[in-house]
């Protein structure tokens, strides 16, 4: 857990000043600007303060079940969903908050698991029969990275329409015209659908839905090209999916982004040092994680009007796609 004394160190201050302005002290005599670079660095950290922590407690948020829709050795090779399950974990060890794990399996899991926490965390999809379920087990609910049907449950993902939208407006202005997909029915490829298909781009032959893996991607890629359709980009659904496309593109002979830009979602750290470094839109898991956190507890402490916040995304550009002018590669 992060200390006073680091957040200190790192503003270059006295652990006895970091721990009067984080405790709200309004007779320490500071200027305004050092305030705020001590709360900020608190926050960047993850530090939660005792008045925090025992706001926790008070509101009876002691232990957290944590749901995930990914088996355990699924969730291991997507970083995204690590780094989102870490992002609640952090914030509950900060606040002392225990956390009970509950992976996918064939079957519902042990309804007492849920039951006996304080609140439960969704991580990831669920269908409606999944949803209901966990919605009477639980005492209190948030869903992270997922939007379910029913707006009076709590949830906190990232905008995939808005960022979808957003990348494809992008690589329109660097002059792709005739984009393939591949991925998954969610809400990315709906609003690819629509977008494509406003511009009058879309051809159904250029989006292939399938396993959001490095394999699938590999293999999605190889049945599109067999198409023999003209494509000048490719947009996936993850960069692991992205990795795959590499290995498709270049047993076929084809150069990136000389031929084929490629363009993907989440910003994992490995796409940084793919071959060209990958473009890819940078969703913010921890972020979401971390929020659900703050959800489930204004509902233990007596919340009842529900909220489901969208948080922003960015493009990272990298050499995988073509560069404007004025940019550098």
Request: charged share 25%; net charge neutral; glycine share 6%.
């Amino acid at each position: 857990m992060v200390t006073i004394k680091e957040i200190a160190a790192a503003v270059g201050v006295s652990s006895a000043t970091v721990s009067r302005v984080l405790n709200y002290d309004s007779t320490l005599s500071i200027s305004n600007r050092k305030r705020q670079a001590i709360i900020e660095t608190a926050e960047a950290l993850n530090y939660a303060t005792p008045r925090n922590r025992a706001r926790a407690n008070q509101q009876g948020l002691t232990k957290v079940a944590l749901v995930h829709f990914l088996a355990p050795e699924r969730e291991l090779v997507d970083p995204y969903y690590v780094a989102l399950r870490l992002g609640i974990e952090r914030r509950c060890a900060a606040l002392k908050i225990e956390t009970v794990k509950v992976y996918h399996t064939d079957a519902k899991p042990d309804a007492k698991l849920l039951q006996e926490a304080s609140g439960t965390i969704v991580i990831g999809r669920h269908d409606e029969d999944e949803t209901d379920w966990l919605h009477r087990n639980s005492r209190q609910i948030v869903f992270a990275d997922h939007v379910p049907y029913d707006d009076q449950i709590d949830s906190v993902s990232a905008d995939l329409r808005a960022a979808m939208e957003k990348l494809l407006a992008a690589l329109a202005q660097r002059g792709y015209r005739r984009i393939a997909y591949i991925g998954w029915g969610d809400r990315r490829a709906q609003a690819f659908v629509q977008w494509m298909t406003a511009a009058g781009w879309f051809d159904d032959r250029l989006f292939r839905s399938g396993d959001n893996t490095e394999e699938g991607g590999y293999r999605l890629t190889r049945d599109i090209i067999a198409q023999r359709r003209p494509f000048d980009a490719i947009v996936t659904f993850n960069d692991s999916m992205a990795i795959g496309v590499y290995r498709a593109l270049h047993e076929a002979g084809l150069s990136i982004p000389q031929d084929i830009g490629v363009a993907s979602f989440n910003d994992i750290s490995v796409a940084q040092f793919l071959n060209p470094p990958l473009t890819t839109v940078h969703l913010p898991a921890e972020e979401i994680g971390e929020a659900a956190v703050e959800l489930l507890l204004e509902r233990v402490g007596g919340r009842e009007l529900a909220k489901q916040i969208n948080l922003a995304s960015r493009i990272v550009w990298r050499a995988s796609t073509r560069v404007m002018p004025g940019e550098t590669a």
